[in-house]
């Protein structure tokens, strides 16, 4: 990376696409960072998809991002787990993202003694299974969620997510799950990693305060918070940090994705 010249990590819904579709100049944004050479990955908090079901969901909106170009909570769980017991074993609630992940790191599959239970985000949350994870932990495996996030969206409504079946299980357990996905800046930091890239010149793009800007501000980057999904300006002064910069959407740094902080 040249001198001066910014990597930036980019949250997926809420930036990029909103509700299955393109937000109106995320291509372009892209395609400059491309044109212009900049390093960049693409986050997001949830578990259930691979790199490559994610490009494909990636695509049918527009948007071509390569596999390596995505960093998700399932990768970055399978990379911490590796580092801490490798080659080690767990119980996982979850879908192919993380079960992939997880194997691909050298980890087994197991109901029996497992050194973890992971948990991540289904659509189809199993009460056996939970009740399974709760006698695990209860059995001394240790407590890995891959994020804290309560709610997901959906056509319907909001759906629990992770966070809302992580606390169901604490309640019963009395044992606090370690997060790994945002806002831990351990997700951050594994994502810095991956691009080889670091923290003083490298910026984070989220639609939420708690969680994008958040886990960016810990991991010591610039932080720039899009009103096209979650957080809006009013919500901003909830909290008692600030985004280093506030735009309307990505397709605002058209044209300035060298300089995203100049005044011009």
Known sequence: MSEGRWTYLSDMDGVLVKEEHLVPGADEFLAELRGNGIDF??????????PRDLRARLLRTGLDIPEESIWTSALATAKFLA????????????????????HEVGYVLTERDPDYVVLGETRTYSF?????????????????????????????????????????IEKATGRSPYYVGKPNPLMMRSALRRLGAHSESTLMIGDRMDTDVHSGIEAGLQTILVLTGISNEDSVENYPYRPTKVIGSVADLIGRTLDPFGEG
């Open 83 to 102: 580092s801490q017991r490798p080659n080690g074993s767990a119980f996982v609630i979850g879908e192919a993202g993380l079960t992939t992940a997880l």
């Open 128 to 168: 056996s299974a939970i009740t399974r994870a709760i006698r695990l932990i209860e059995g001394g495996a240790k407590f890995i969620a891959t994020n804290p996030d309560a709610t997901g969206p959906s056509v319907e409504g909001s759906m629990p997510a992770t966070g809302s079946v992580a606390a169901l």
């Open 41 to 50: 990955l693409v986050l997001t908090n949830n578990s259930i998809y691979t």
